[in-house]
């Protein structure tokens, strides 16, 4: 019985390191899941917009959609999550639209019709190139660009609003880093460690950095992302800000939260408004 101990030992151990490899290299799959079909559009939700095509720094063409609002106070810069493309983001544009508002919703390199492929450094040019494109090309004025960012696309906005001039940061579904997120899925590896290799994406780190007026909005049935996430970035985040509580799973809370939502956004487009009053 004894021959066998460095078996039974060895057989966990190996199966353990395998197990933390295939995390490591396969990083970039678990991080991004792009679909490249566009097939459907804002005409089909009953919206006029633009197909827009710019540049990043580093020469990746992206592509999106403009979706102009009647005498818009303010317009949303969407930088949305690890998944789809600007397709799913639908509901979403409707709704901002509802409220008066134009947005800019356009993919990530590797996603959509945009090329490339998505790293962490390169979402971070595309979200810079899609500001860009609004204030250099649509020649809106950074105190009427809402940066708003869900799920992984709240590391992404909040990268941009710790960096250039905005009306407001809005994150919404967002983790604190990926290392925190890692390390809640797979609790038996050093998945913090691993994590330093190829991704970052610091939230905390980011929100800290911003000067704008931050709006957290976090479910607190957040299956993926706890709620205390979002009470830890909105803890971190420098006033003027505030914290919304709604309702659903990650990815459909704010389809299910409905008049709850709507009065947040509505409560804090007064208040910006207020403030470009002053």
Known sequence: MASYWPYLIAVPVV?????????????????????????SRPSEVGLEYEEVAF?????????????????ASFTILFCHGNGGNVMHLLDSVRFFHDLGLSCLAF?????????GRPTEAGT???????????????HVPAAQIIVFGRSLGGSIAAH???RVPAGALVVESAFTSVGDVAARLYPYLPVRLF?????RYDTLAHIRQARSP??????????????ESGVRLFQAAH?????????????????????????AWLEWLAFLKSRQAR
């Open 15 to 39: 199966i353990y390191a395998v197990w933390g490899l295939a995390l490591l290299l396969l990083q970039s799959r678990l991080m991004y899941w792009p679909v490249r079909e566009v097939s």
């Open 124 to 138: 971070y040019l595309d979200a810079q190139a899609a500001y860009d494109w609004l204030t250099d090309v649509k």
């Open 195 to 199: 994590t330093r290799f190829l991704f």
């Open 55 to 71: 540049q990043s720094a580093d020469g990746v063409r992206l592509t999106g959609w403009y979706i102009p609002a009647k005498d």
């Open 214 to 227: 931050v709006l957290v909005v976090h479910s607190r049935d957040d299956e993926l992302v706890p709620f």
């Open 160 to 162: 941009l609003a710790a």
């Open 107 to 115: 993919d990530y390199r590797g996603y959509g019709a945009s090329g």
């Open 239 to 263: 006033e003027p800000r505030r914290l919304v509580g709604i309702s659903g799973s990650h990815n459909e809370g704010f389809l299910l939260s409905g008049d709850v939502y709507k009065e």
